[in-house]
Each structure stands twice: as structure tokens, then as C-alpha cells.
């Protein structure tokens, strides 16, 4: 089974609208982290937010938030008022094992998010 | 604001040599990392580097594969063999918290 599923391989959104990016989780751990991570066409990885799995409330960053679930195993990314520049691929990761180990991350494969004017 | 760095940012070579990919992961960080990701594929877990050893790997890091650090600085990847299907992105990364910090990554194209 997979362990980070992304459903939307595609999404087009208009500009200043939110978007919700997918993403469901697999994992028999306790205690994991939830990333999502930026990838625009010039190819570099940009972290966005992070989300453990005992935080009680959602993350946020700037535009970015979390919408965290942990019964339903979902980790949606939510963008508010979209920009041009958000246009890039998304990526929904998880380490298992909690935050202190060496454990690697797990990536989805994805979501190509493009913004129209 | 600190970061990962990769070099080279490109790499052609032929299939079965051996290629380093070298990365400076940020200073402070405890756990280093590589991850590859084939063109137009999701980011895959190569290996996990701490305390000077690995910690962990995936079944991608066969025998053709190597890690050290060397230096204080210095965190490089070694494909002995050179494959075609080893034409990927590659990604070091280093992490002191929860969030990984990645670098710029090493186009590698086996020809």
C-alpha cells in the first residue's frame, strides 16, 4: 500500500482564490511528521510546513496551513489567496518514528498545481 | 539564510563510470540525507547519514552506491558503476529539527 497518496496528479485554480491540496498518510506509528514541500519548475525542493503527529493544532505559515485529521489519516494542504508564483509541483511527505530519529521521508507523487490569471 | 549546497549542478558521464556527487549540508545539522527523483517521478529515499555512519537505507542503495563525509564540511554520494537507469535528480539534504533542508540538487545523466 502506498503510504502517501496524493489524488490530484493536476489542478488548475484562478489567482487570489484557496486551494486545498490532498494528501492521506499510511502508517502504524504513534508518533510521525507531515511535510509538504514545494517544487517549481526550476527544480529546487523549498520546505513549506510541518506538522507532528501529537500537535494539537493545525500548522501554519504565512498563506500556508495544514489541515490535520488524524483519524481520517489526512494531512491537506490549504494555500489562501493564490499567487502566479505558487504554480509548481506539491509534495506531501512523511517521517515516521517521530521527529528525532534519521529516518528519510516518504514522498507522494504529487500534485502539479498551476494558477491562472 | 543558510543552506544546502550541490555541486556539480549538472553531470554527464558514461555509463560505468563512477560518478561524486558532492554536497555542504548547513552547518549546525546532525542528519544528512540523499533522495533521487527520476524525471517526472516522486522524490525517492536513497540513504540516511548520522553520528559518521548510515542509519538507514533504502533498497535503490544497492552496492553501487556510497556515502561519506569525508570532512566536517563535506557529504558526498558515489555510484561506482554508472547505469542508465541511474539518470536522475539527485538531492542531498540535512536536517537539526523536524524540517528537511534541501539543496539545489545534481542533474546526473548517464549516457
Known amino acids: 500500500a502506498q503510504k502517501i497518496t496524493q489524488t490530484q496528479p493536476g489542478m488548475f485554480v484562478q489567482e487570489k482564490e484557496a486551494v486545498t491540496l490532498d494528501c492521506t498518510y499510511d502508517t502504524s506509528d504513534q508518533s510521525y511528521g507531515l511535510f509538504w514541500y514545494k517544487q517549481p519548475s526550476s527544480g529546487e525542493m523549498i520546505f513549506l510546513i510541518y506538522?507532528?503527529?501529537?500537535?494539537?493544532q493545525n500548522a501554519t505559515e504565512g498563506r500556508y496551513s495544514l489541515n490535520f485529521q488524524k483519524a481520517r489519516k489526512s494531512a491537506n494542504l490549504v494555500i489562501s489567496a493564490s499567487q502566479l508564483g505558487d504554480s509548481a509541483m506539491y509534495f506531501c511527505a512523511m517521517r515516521e518514528g517521530g521527529g528525532g530519529g534519521a529516518d528519510g521521508l516518504t514522498f507522494g507523487k504529487g500534485t502539479h498545481l498551476i494558477i491562472q490569471p | 539564510e543558510p543552506e544546502v549546497t550541490q555541486t556539480p549542478s549538472h553531470q554527464v558521464t558514461q555509463m560505468g563510470q563512477e560518478v561524486i556527487l558532492r554536497c555542504v549540508p548547513i552547518?549546525?545539522?546532525?542528519?544528512f540525507y540523499w533522495y533521487r527523483q527520476i524525471l517526472g517521478q516522486k522524490v525517492e529515499f536513497l540513504v540516511s547519514?548520522?553520528?559518521?555512519?548510515?542509519?538507514?537505507k533504502s533498497e535503490i542503495f544497492d552496492d553501487q552506491f556510497s556515502v561519506e563525509r569525508p570532512d566536517g564540511s563535506n557529504f558526498t554520494l558515489k555510484i561506482r558503476s554508472t547505469k542508465l537507469e541511474d539518470s536522475a535528480m539527485y538531492f542531498c539534504?540535512?536536517?537539526?529539527?523536524?524540517?528537511?533542508?534541501f539543496g539545489q540538487g545534481t542533474r546526473l545523466t548517464v549516457v
Open positions: 552547518s549546525n545539522h546532525l542528519y
Open positions: 539534504a540535512s536536517r537539526w529539527g523536524a524540517e528537511a533542508f
Open positions: 547519514f548520522y553520528n559518521n555512519e548510515i542509519s538507514e
Open positions: 506538522q507532528g503527529s501529537y500537535d494539537e
